[in-house]
């Protein structure tokens, strides 16, 4: 129903800083260095989908497939509005192993190359799935194809290893009522989930693993609640999920849920991240696509919204025009809407000592020679998980920033900036036409120092 595409590859700012008045001395020489500091700036409204949802420390993202890296009107407004993209079919099993042990990653790469040289991120989707299936799983049964599967999600995670920041495990799983799905993942055994995650984790400790579904919004319905105990097992046995996946596909028979809130709410306080990663509303509803966004806006650990698509004619419901933008990549009384929601959401700031941002431990670092410029950090917005910091460059418009931050810290998010990721630990940054200030979200996974910086010239 949902990841099948109606053709085979379309299934689819500067952020206000808050802070205080420290600064530490700025050395300034022939080489590239850092600084440090906090300031504070007044707030505006965002004008873009990824500057309002930035400003809350969440994503917006969308879906695209390797044929729309030809696509110039498609690129134009991706690069515009979004800071997150999920490929619509080139990272699911039957794409990236076609024959067994044969990996093919070329469809992936394209698409993640292109995101990431944008200053993007990539949702990595999906490792285990009763659909789109490499042939020669159909041929398996029992423990081969249990071995299959596991042996598909090591080769996968560890192409992309570090490189990720949230990966759909597993993806619908489960059937209306509750129950499992039956497939032929299922038939190797119910623990068959379990085995998967705990397979990802091994190959990648650095990405966040995600259960992904449909028809899991309403809180009081049957499949909900099946997938809601699972997680709850699994969080109390120590398996390891990190975030739910709601698809939010909303159609004439399946509304935005008066307590969708509430399900997203109940899910987070398991212990996991939680995300629309794959919405679309019948006519684009002005009011769903308020609602949706507002309430994962109310979430504290609502991480982020992605729209399967961006324009209507990209869209497996294109006849529906269930998109942001239509066939001529306008923009729809939906897309005002949503911005609206996102400029008003709440960022939930947590504060206290232990969720400060401390001071690095030791000097900024320096850059490579050659050339003059200094990388500044200011301190942002707080969260129970995460912080953000501005960067801003100076010395030099031509400018290449790498960023560090310590273990168990990831780089989670960039904006106004074209950065590559060596790993979840490292980003180097260049200019991308936005100016010398960007941005940057961090994980904090419990340690609260910040990154070092360094900045160099050609």
């Given amino acids: 129903m949902n990841d099948v595409p109606a ?31 906090t300031a504070g700036t007044a707030s505006a409204a ?18 695209m497939g390797a044929d729309r890296l030809s696509d110039s009107g498609f690129l134009a407004i991706a690069s515009r509005e979004f800071d997150m993209m999920t490929a619509v079919n080139e990272m699911k099993p039957d794409a990236t192993e076609p024959y067994s042990g044969q990996f093919n990653f070329s469809a992936g790469d394209s698409i993640y190359n292109w995101v990431t040289s944008h200053g993007m991120r990539m949702r990595g989707h999906t490792l285990a799935w009763h659909g789109q299936q490499p042939n020669f ?18 080769g996968v995670l560890t192409h992309y290893k570090g490189k990720m920041p949230y990966w759909d495990v597993v993806n619908e799983a489960f059937a209306e009522d509750g129950s499992r799905r039956q497939s032929n993942l299922q038939a190797t055994g119910n623990d068959w989930i379990e085995a998967a995650f705990k397979a990802a984790r091994a190959a990648d400790p650095s990405t966040k693993l995600c259960y992904n579904d449909y028809n899991i919004e309403n809180w009081t319905y049957g499949k909900t609640q099946g997938v809601y105990n699972m997680i709850k097992d699994f969080k109390s046995r120590g398996v390891p999920v990190d975030c739910v996946g709601f698809q939010t596909h909303f159609t004439g028979g399946s509304s935005l849920p008066s307590n969708f809130q509430t399900t997203l709410q109940n899910f987070a306080n398991l212990g996991v991240d939680v995300a629309l990663t794959e919405v679309d509303v019948t006519n684009a509803s002005t009011s769903q696509y308020a609602g949706l966004t507002q309430a994962c806006m109310n979430v504290s650990r609502c991480v982020g919204i992605t729209t399967w698509g961006i324009r209507d004619s990209d869209s497996w419901r294109s006849s529906e025009s ?20 996102l400029n008003a959401g709440s960022s939930t700031v947590s504060t206290g000592p232990s969720q400060q941002p401390g001071n690095p431990s030791s000097s900024p670092t320096s850059g490579q020679q050659g050339g003059s410029c200094t990388a500044t950090l200011s301190a942002g917005q707080q969260w129970g998980d995460r912080y953000n910091l501005n960067v ?9 920033v790498t960023m560090n931050v310590p273990s168990p810290e990831r780089i989670s998010s960039v904006w106004n900036v074209s950065g590559t990721w060596p790993s979840s630990q490292v980003m180097i940054g260049k ?16 340690n609260w120092t910040w990154p070092s910086v360094s900045c160099s010239t050609s």
Avoid: C, Q
């Avoid at 801003?392 to 290449?400: A, E, I, K, M, Y």
């Fill in 7 to 37: 053709h085979p590859e379309h299934r689819g700012h500067f952020r206000p800083l808050l802070g205080g008045a420290v600064t530490l001395a700025v050395v300034v020489g022939s080489v590239a260095v850092a600084t440090l500091s």
């Fill in 46 to 63: 965002a004008s873009t989908l990824k500057a309002g949802a930035e400003a809350t420390g969440r994503y917006f993202g969308a879906a």
């Fill in 137 to 154: 799983w159909r041929n398996l049964s029992g423990s081969s194809l249990r071995s299959a599967m596991l042996e598909h999600i090591n």
């Fill in 322 to 341: 269930p998109l942001l933008f239509d066939g001529s990549g306008n923009k729809k009384a939906a897309y005002t809407s949503v911005l609206n929601a």
């Fill in 392 to 400: 801003s460059v100076s010395g030099s418009d031509n400018w290449t």
């Fill in 431 to 446: 200019p991308n036409g936005s100016g010398n200030n960007f941005g940057v979200t961090i994980m904090t996974n419990g």
